[in-house]
């Protein structure tokens, strides 16, 4: 089932502008195969991984020509283990021919965010911590890769600059301070998330005091998130969230989550994607 927060308006679009780089003005290849001819494919994973990119894949040949069907024998989310068979399709060979690529290019890009996802999530299984994402997406595949971060397990940050607030430095010395950015923010968009940025204990307890809604710990060492965590715990007013940042790998993540902190971002689960190798072929 498609995933509410993402619509089928974004899924075509992103599918329309992947088939015009791809495509063109028309496959030549393609147009040898006679145009009355029918076939019958499959997709099989090639090897393991959570499946992603099942709404992108069949938009594909469904833009192309409407008389192709896909069965799929997997559901986004799903653990597929190396040689499943993940969808079969059949309809004009033409368009199978011309869609195979593009496709595969969804179906392998969204399924490695998932993967990745999961393999994070699993990874502080138990600690309470939550694992985010970051805005380190590919151009024109930011919702699609944040729905792949989902299927994954994982959490959405912000999904761009438009839906949460996140004060860095450079914004605390335009606004003249901490406290004014933070007032500022609460009167021009009350209602939206904010996050500041701290690099050292003295700032958390600025923030702290701001009463801001999540508090970025930006490159802290181990000891010092715990610190943080016991600086927050200690604080007299309503209960920060803290999000370790910057720097967190999978060799450190578990660590990172047992210091205490609520969440951790990642932007590993988007920028150093490794595709999951599909194979499609006419059968």
Not at 121 to 126: M, R
């Amino acid at each position: 089932m498609m995933d509410t927060l993402i619509s089928a308006d974004a899924v075509s679009k992103a599918v329309a502008q992947a088939l015009r780089e791809d495509v063109g003005a028309g496959d030549l290849t393609a147009e040898l195969i006679p145009a009355d001819d029918t076939a019958n494919a499959r997709v099989i994973a090639r090897e393991g991984c959570t499946l992603c990119g099942t709404a992108w894949f069949a938009e594909v040949f469904h833009q192309l020509d409407t008389d192709v069907t896909v069965h799929w024998h997997c559901t986004d989310g799903e653990a597929v283990t190396t040689g499943t068979d993940v969808c079969h399709l059949r309809g004009p060979a033409r368009a199978l021919l011309s869609g195979e690529r593009t496709a595969l290019n969804f179906l392998q890009t969204l399924s490695a965010t998932a993967t990745a996802a999961r393999r994070y999530v699993d990874a502080v299984a138990g600690t309470g911590a939550k694992i985010l994402d970051t805005r380190k997406t590919i151009p024109g595949l930011r919702a699609a890769q944040k729905y792949a971060v989902r299927c994954g397990g994982a959490l959405n940050h912000r999904q761009g600059l438009y839906d949460a607030i996140l004060i860095k430095e450079n914004h605390i010395a335009a606004a003249g301070g901490l406290r004014q950015a933070v007032e500022a923010s609460r009167q021009k968009t009350p209602s939206a998330l904010l996050v500041t940025e701290v690099e050292s204990l003295s700032e958390l307890r600025e923030a702290l005091a701001c009463e801001v809604d999540r508090v970025l710990l930006d490159d802290f060492s181990l000891e010092d998130m715990r610190q943080a965590v016991r600086v927050r715990d200690a604080s007299d007013g309503p209960r920060v969230a803290l999000e370790a940042s910057g720097g967190v790998g999978f060799d450190s993540i578990r660590k990172t989550a047992l210091t205490g902190v609520d969440y951790i971002s990642v932007g590993a689960l988007t920028k150093h994607v490794r595709a999951v190798d599909f194979s499609m072929g006419l059968v």
